[in-house]
């Protein structure tokens, strides 16, 4: 069974930053395109960021220019670099990992990510 756990998520004030880290286990992880998500009460899940097996990057709209998507294959390891966070970024992040070859999806316990003064 593959695992995934995130950490790194906190509390900060507006304009900080925060860096999540999405440790996976197994021998896959270099097979696997590799999402963040965010989720609030009452809203819908939303895809953050993701980053394939070969290094290509998708962003938001909403977080383009302040979060950064970044994988270590060596260490079974994606990450999410927030700066300049602002109240509407608080949220659960939940860390995906998926393997098209198969088609299954893994998913993290989830973050809480809270920006507040």
């Known amino acids: 069974q593959v695992q995934l756990v995130e950490s790194g998520g906190g509390l900060v004030q507006p304009g900080g930053s925060l860096r999540l880290s999405c440790a996976v286990s197994?021998?896959?992880?270099?097979?696997?395109?590799m999402r963040w998500y965010r989720q609030t009460p009452g809203k819908q899940r939303e895809l953050v960021a993701a980053?394939?097996?070969?290094?290509?990057?998708y962003y938001a709209d909403s977080v383009k220019g302040r979060f950064t998507i970044s994988r270590d294959n060596a260490k079974n390891t994606v990450y999410l670099q927030m700066n300049s966070l602002k109240p509407e970024d608080t949220a659960v992040y939940s860390c995906?990992?998926?393997?098209?070859?198969?088609?299954?999806?893994?998913w993290g316990q989830g973050t809480q990510v809270t920006v507040s003064s």
């Open positions: 995906n990992a998926f393997y098209a070859s198969w088609s299954v999806d893994y």
């Open positions: 197994g021998s896959m992880f270099s097979n696997y395109r």
């Open positions: 980053i394939t097996s070969g290094g290509s990057t």
